[in-house]
């Protein structure tokens, strides 16, 4: 069984960038696409991230894409999200994932995630 541990996260001002690794155990990480998804206080959960098992492809959520790049290094076993022009909006747990063969970013795709990392962006 895949198990995943998320770190990185922080506090960040505006503008601000932050890199949020993955690392995974168990098996089948090299098997499976790997995503992120956030959830912020009061609002639902929000797919961000996905990217294929050699990491070819990735898709993004349109309130991330040209600001978030996700990548991923098979040999360490270890997916991360460089996450930069932070925005207040982006504070939320971020969690890592397994996102399902399509790359979907609806929160059905999703399953295997860790316990998330707090991020807060905030002057």
């Known amino acids: 069984q895949l198990q995943l541990v998320e770190s990185g996260g922080g506090l960040v001002q505006p503008g601000g960038s932050l890199r949020l690794s993955c690392a995974a155990s168990?098996?089948?990480?090299?098997?499976?696409?790997i995503g992120w998804f956030r959830q912020a206080p009061g609002k639902e959960r929000e797919g961000v991230s996905c990217?294929?098992?050699?990491?070819?492809?990735?898709n993004y959520a349109d309130s991330v894409k040209g600001r978030f790049t996700i990548s991923r290094d098979n040999a360490k076993n270890t997916v991360y999200l460089q996450m930069n022009s932070l925005k207040p909006e982006d504070t939320a747990v971020y969690y890592c994932?397994?996102?399902?063969?399509?790359?979907?970013?609806?929160?059905?795709?999703?399953?295997?995630w860790g316990q998330g990392t707090q991020v807060t962006v905030s002057s």
């Open positions: 990217i294929s098992t050699v990491g070819g492809r990735t």
């Open positions: 994932a397994a996102c399902g063969y399509g790359m979907g970013l609806s929160l059905s795709n999703f399953d295997s």
């Open positions: 168990g098996f089948g990480f090299n098997f499976k696409p």
